[in-house]
């Protein structure tokens, strides 16, 4: 299955009655990676009918309440259910120290570890890397220390052709180096070459997450040619002063990113609360990068290699 | 006008999806005081019409994360909205650093000051004393250093009788000393009392807020025949044991305390979530104090004198 993204939420600075803070989900092979965590996530999980327990991963982009006043809550709820495995916390520096303090006071005792990564300002940087997928952060432009992550699906095995390897009695034991594209070499010395075994694998994505940042064609480096990205797109055209002066993105300068990042498609998200109708949002993307949807919350996307669907 | 507390939130622990943490709004003269602020608390000032403007003051029982893990979410809403006035805070001493440090590493600029009062886990205290209400905290027993609160509604002056004013021509001036019970020395040395230009007062009311407890009768002198009693049952009677073990209460203990302190009203919250139907631990509690009510979120309460409706 490819992997999934869950939109949480993607409301920026307030909430309103309808839209909440920045939270999603990625779900690649059944570990869930999630990527900030604003207030009242946890309800969100709730509300759309997502499990908090295969969190493996949670990426904090900055430290703007909208981002992350929801992780404390989430945490201990995790521990009031009994979570046992271990959750692993990528997020600025002193991430650590205001869940430390929280946990004190509150005389809170966490039935699991949390492994901290705290992020890099000013460079690119690979964080984890598992046998599924890799995250990396990378520098954007906002207010204070911020970063956006980049996450790699790794390379899967060849896929067996069960027909092929039964007729050639090839025991078990083999099929590890078949799927990572060995030929099998028989008893008596024939050899039997793996594209006769095997089929290509699905391919890998590439997603990449950009919130919050000022219009900064400096990250089109980081992004180039991913199979998604989420940009920012706080407000309209008719706003770029105000996006500009608190580090926020129109959408058009998101899809102006993701045109030159040639990327197969852009979400849009962080959208600012005074906008009612947000295909507002969405036509003035579209008009610079058709391959656009809206990150509204409640949605869920399939994560699909861009050559598959690509379009522009 | 009476002084209405609204139930924000009153659930246990973890939210469920239809309820949320603990949180209330005890609004008096037209201020407001809210007591504890769980994670989503502005969420659900948004869904059920109150407006954070106008809330006075804010008092966190204790750091649990179910009390005050939405508070740093609030102020910085009520930030961005363009507060100005100061917000005073009430709440165990680790509170301030708290907030502190999220403020600083999230480069908050908060347009008004917080004033913080700390409160004492060892004995009663005045924390605060406005013209119309004095706020009092008291210990409980809980895990960690957790306090109850009471907000007593202070003397209010008599009623001018309008028609009996102007009859005898009483110069505007002199209304303060007439409202404070007063008589009027007219300039040929007649004397008017006081109780023929005025009317009794509204009788002031006096509020106790008890989250969380373990069952403790030293409680009782604290909140002695208050007009309306806020105690938390997060358990029913059969889970006695396991709510002594966490240090709560069950229904029947809480309407046990009301007793006990002959109290006007009891309303019972912080619900486990393993309850779906509320109206179990209702009847528990009628079956020791009969004027038990729900504190339901979303419910708005009247808060009147106790002799105006007593019924025990």
């Known amino acids: ?87 692993h916390l990528i997020g600025p520096p002193p991430l650590k120290e205001i869940i430390d303090l929280q946990i004190l006071h509150g005389g809170i005792h966490l039935n699991f570890e949390i492994v901290f990564y705290p992020t890099q300002p000013d460079a690119k940087s690979l964080v984890i890397q598992t046998k599924s ?25 060849r896929h067996i052709i069960k027909s092929e390897v039964e007729k050639h009695n090839i025991p078990f034991v083999y099929y590890n180096s078949l799927k990572a594209g ?15 075994l095997t089929e290509d694998p699905t391919p890998t994505i590439k ?8 219009f900064d064609p400096e990250i089109v480096k980081y992004i180039h040619k991913v199979d998604v990205l989420y940009h920012e797109a706080t407000f309209m ?11 926020h993105s129109t959408a ?30 969405l036509e003035e993307s579209k008009t610079i990068f058709e391959n656009t949807y809206l990150a509204e919350e409640g949605k869920s996307f399939e994560i699909i290699k861009a050559a598959n669907y690509l379009t522009i």
């Open 1 to 87: 299955m490819n992997p999934t993204l869950y939109i949480l939420g993607s409301n920026s600075a307030t909430p309103t009655r309808e839209r909440h803070p920045t939270s999603q989900i990625l779900k690649i092979d059944n570990q869930k990676i999630m990527i900030d965590c604003g207030e009242g996530t946890q309800n969100q999980l709730l509300k759309f009918g997502v499990r908090h327990t295969g969190i493996s991963h949670i990426c904090i982009s900055h430290l703007h309440g909208d981002h992350y006043f929801g992780l404390i809550g989430l945490l201990s709820t995790m521990s009031l259910s009994g979570r046992k495995e271990d959750l």
């Open 133 to 157: 997928f890799e995250i990396i952060s990378f520098p954007l432009k906002h207010r204070i220390h911020c970063t956006g992550f980049l996450i790699h699906e790794l390379p899967k095995g």
């Open 182 to 196: 060995s030929d099998f070499t028989a008893s008596d010395g024939t050899i039997i070459p793996n594209k006769q």
């Open 207 to 214: 997603y990449a997450f950009c919130s919050d940042t000022i």
């Open 237 to 247: 055209k008719n706003q770029e002063d105000r996006a500009k002066l608190y580090f």
């Open 252 to 281: 058009e300068q998101a899809a102006t990113i993701a045109k030159m990042a040639e990327v197969g498609q852009l979400f849009i998200g962080h959208f600012s609360s005074r906008y009612d109708n947000l295909n507002l949002l």
